[in-house]
């Protein structure tokens, strides 16, 4: 159950109320194995409905992630631009700026398995368009931004589905321990992936990569197709402007939630272009080739999995608002330190510590928005996030690789990580801003 902020009564009730209908409607406890029993990092791993969705997920993610690498190896090795290269990330991503909102509503109306395998499966048939074209030397920039726009438009779909879905295959005294493991799988697939990717690179090409990734599709096809849930009650009439105004009401009602949001965007914005500026980093600053470019993204994964797995340890026992002041702090200093040293063995260690510093700020904004939402509201509280995160992150690849055009990437880079210190700060000095994000989930 969650403690919910100061609030008047009547908010207080209705919180109460959607909290104990989201714990009756999550899993049974039937769904929890007898015997053995995760606790602490791994809590959740006792529910197999989960166990199903990791599975398939990290499978999945990883084949995401080598799709990602070589995409932007290749358009670099065909342009020589940097600012090529973030347009190509602007196509992928700007679909979730767009949609993303819309799919929180459907994610809060509609079936989120079948939601979710939809998108799965439009994306492994785009993924072998990609690798086919690639492979017949008949890819090129304006084909490649057309794919990318699909898989963006899929990945709007998705992604506030795929939040909300965890909770109802977790019964929420165990969520936020499931969002850290949900975050850790993805970055454990972050760290996989990068170095497959650049060996596959090296030795067959990126049409193999592509190739790859259409076959890990199948993996969360098959295990969404395992995981069994209670039916959900048959939705409201699907009123998409009404539910919309619904969502963005209960965010202006607690101050706390558009802090949140807004202090996703701002490290979104000035923080995340350094992983869509890394192939150019690794190329031109750090002097390296296809594989070394792989094992220094990584580096900056094996970060983002220790960060992951600390988040799912200390949730119970650290602050989520310690914890988001201290990531975002020493993720912006990461960056500003990433722009100044120009070996791999300096860049290495300093890729883990972005990793990780970011892992923490994002899962511990994640679950504190989670934790502050009624199960009813999640999709479209998390497409927020979702617009927040995923949504700007076109605009800052777009901007900042213009502005690696001009100052160098290196220099980019660093003014990036100096605005997140600076984010990091006022969230310290103004503590009262998201100190109401602290609440905890009964057992």
Known sequence: ????????????????????????????????????QPRGVFASLAHKNFVFFLSGAVLSNIGTWIQMVALGWLV????????????????????????????????????RKKLIIGTQIVMLVLALILAYLTQVNAVNIPIIIVLNLGFGLMTA???????????DIVPRKDLMNAIALNSAQFHMARLVGPALAGLILAAYGAAANFYVNAVSFLFVILALAAVKTAPREKAPEFRVMAHLKEGFAYVNDKPVLKVLLISTGLITLFGMPYATLMPVLAKNV??????????????????????????????????????????????GAGLVALGFVHTVWLAAPVLVVCGGAFLVTSSAINTSLQALTPGRLRGRIMSMYVLMFMGI?????????????????????????????????????????????ESTLAA
């Open 286 to 331: 750090l002097h390296l080739g296809a594989s070394g470019f792989g094992f220094m993204m990584a580096f900056n994964g094996m970060g983002a999995l220790v960060g992951a797995l600390l988040v799912g340890g200390m949730a119970n026992t650290v602050k989520r608002e310690t914890l988001i002041r201290a990531g975002a702090i020493a993720f």
């Open 1 to 36: 159950m969650v403690k919910p902020e100061s609030d008047n009564g009547n908010n207080t009730n209705n919180l109460n109320a959607d909290v104990i209908e989201a714990d009756v409607t999550s899993p049974a406890a039937s769904l929890v194995k007898r015997g053995f």
């Open 157 to 167: 779909i998705m992604f506030p589905t795929w939040q909300a879905y965890l909770s």
């Open 393 to 437: 992150m076109p605009f800052s690849g777009l901007i900042f690789g213009a502005v690696a055009e001009f100052t160098g990437v290196d220099i980019a880079i660093a003014i990036g990580g100096a605005i997140t210190v600076i984010t990091g700060l006022v969230l310290i000095l103004r503590r009262s801003l998201i100190d109401q994000s």
């Open 76 to 111: 670099l090795e065909m342009t020589k631009s940097a600012f090529y290269v973030g347009l190509v990330n602007f196509a992928g991503s700007v679909p979730v700026t767009v949609l993303v909102l819309f799919a929180g509503v459907a994610a809060d109306r509609l079936d």
